[in-house]
């Protein structure tokens, strides 16, 4: 595990940094949003990638977005469901996550949303958010929890979100909490057990 945690910090640690975006772009919060979104979901990737490696496992797949959505049909209409990261073992899907650089309600909302019909599908999904901030008042995250589509929320780094403190400024920067980190990376190992 403790390769993995290296290998993990060293990712966010070299990918962080987003001054050139910021003082190069006209819309230099949303790339910055799309840069830091897109590291949350490649440290995932990694976690998955290597605890595969560990435990022997070949027959694994990574895909998200759209290249794995499933479609939810009614009477007169229908809609494409996923997430960031959908893992699969042996063709059987086994993993969902979300990933954000910050979790407010409406993404919170929204992810509740789009897990629940991976959880529809199979109750042993497992159905996980993976945040570098936490940006959710205490009353909501629990209200969404209690709703049961998400097993577990994860928040790399320590403190409520802060605007105009963006931690991809060297001056705001914030670490990866290794103890979340290893919670992280215990759940996945977890789920990857089970289908061996």
Not at 92 to 117: G, I, M, P, Q, W
Not at 140 to 164: H, M, P, Q, T
Not at 169 to 187: A, M, Q, T
């Amino acid at each position: 595990m403790e390769s993995i945690i290296n290998n993990v910090i060293d990712y966010y640690n070299s990918q962080i940094s987003s001054d050139v975006i910021y003082e190069q772009n006209e819309n230099a919060g949303g790339k910055v949003r799309q840069k830091n979104g897109n590291l949350v979901e490649s440290m995932v990737k990694i976690i998955i990638q290597e605890l595969c490696k560990l435990n022997n496992i070949n027959e694994y797949k990574i895909t998200g977005k759209s290249e794995d959505s499933i479609r939810i049909t009614s009477k007169n209409g229908y809609i494409d469901a996923s997430v960031d990261v959908h893992m699969s073992i042996n063709n059987k899907s086994v993993l969902f996550s979300e990933c954000k650089t910050y979790l407010d309600k409406c993404y919170l909302d929204r992810a509740n949303s789009d897990l629940l019909h991976f959880k529809k599908l199979d109750k042993n999904n497992s159905c996980i958010i993976v945040s570098l901030e936490n940006a959710v008042a205490t009353n909501a995250e629990n209200y969404f929890l209690d709703e049961g589509n998400i097993d577990r929320i994860f928040y790399l780094v320590d403190g409520k979100r802060s605007g105009s403190k963006p931690i991809w400024k060297s001056e705001f920067y914030k670490p990866i909490n290794i103890d979340v980190l290893k919670e992280l990376i215990n759940h996945i190992d977890i789920v990857i057990k089970q289908y061996i």
